[in-house]
């Protein structure tokens, strides 16, 4: 049962590079992630896409290094309050956070994954975590060998390939808009790695629009770029739309602007 806002409650937030999305036979999209692991607990979020009244359980498995059997198993339900993933995806009820007590597993280095758990099928939820020394740090997926990266390297986002250039026809006059700029880091957007219609966001092409007014899909230009409707923000309503930058320092500097929008084709 999820936890009211009377009762005593941890906000968790919402952080992580790229999720991952895994298709069930109902074809729903699961997404998730941990979040952090310290010294004595170990938070995440765990989401079925467009699903505001489902909980996912998830099951935390902690490998000893080199080993492929879990040392420790902890089950959970992603039922806790993230005001961060609420701001992304307008239902907070999806973190999870767990206790842990290392010293009853022993010294060593220790890797953490998270799965979803439907039915009989386990999945793993985004990337692995290893824990050591008082810390924990991130295990990076990616082209041959497993890398490990400090938090403050997790946020520094790798280089998107720019989209193929296509025709564009310009329609529309929209108006003078408010423009403004966040990034894919904790503060700007929880950091978890998707947009609100499921796609990882790109610069110079995602825009958080209010979606009554520019619903997902849309294309527009400004400033010569045409950019395609995938995201929403709390604070983004009216005339008012949100540029996706590649890092947190692009959006600063970008600031608020104003600007002349066009419906695109």
Not at 62 to 83: C, D, K, L
Not at 163 to 186: D, K, M, R
Request: glycine letters at 10%; proline letters at 4%; charged letters at 20%.
């Amino acid at each position: 049962m999820k936890r009211k806002f009377g009762q005593p409650l941890k906000v968790l937030a919402v952080a992580g590079l790229f999720s991952v999305f895994t298709a069930f036979p109902a074809m729903a999209a699961i997404q998730g992630d941990i979040t952090s692991v310290t010294s004595d607990e170990i938070t995440g979020w765990a989401w079925e896409t467009g699903s505001y009244d489902t909980t996912i359980p998830v099951e935390i498995q902690i490998f000893p290094e080199g080993e492929t059997e879990p040392v420790e198993v902890i089950t959970a339900q992603a039922e806790e309050f993230s005001q961060d993933l609420s701001d992304s995806i307008g239902d907070g009820w999806h973190a999870f956070c767990v206790p842990i007590d290392w010293n009853e597993l022993g010294d060593g280095t220790f890797e953490i994954q998270v799965y979803s758990v439907m039915g009989e099928t386990r999945t793993q939820l985004g990337s692995s975590f290893t824990y050591s020394d008082g810390s924990g740090s991130r295990i990076i997926e990616g082209p041959g060998d497993a890398i490990n990266v400090s938090d403050e390297e997790i946020a520094e986002e790798p280089e998107v390939a720019d989209a193929e250039e296509e025709t564009v026809s310009v329609g529309e006059y929209l108006g003078t808009f408010t423009v403004t700029g966040y990034c894919n880091c904790e503060n700007c957007s929880g950091g978890h790695g998707y947009t609100y219609s499921g796609t990882v966001p790109q610069a110079n092409h995602t825009l958080s629009a209010d979606l009554t007014l520019l619903p997902l899909g849309t294309k527009v230009m400004i400033d010569d770029i045409v950019y395609t409707v995938e995201d929403k923000g709390g604070g983004v309503d009216g005339k008012k739309v949100d540029i996706y930058f590649a890092t947190h320092e692009e959006a600063l500097a970008f600031g608020t602007q104003q600007a002349d929008v066009y419906l695109a084709s």
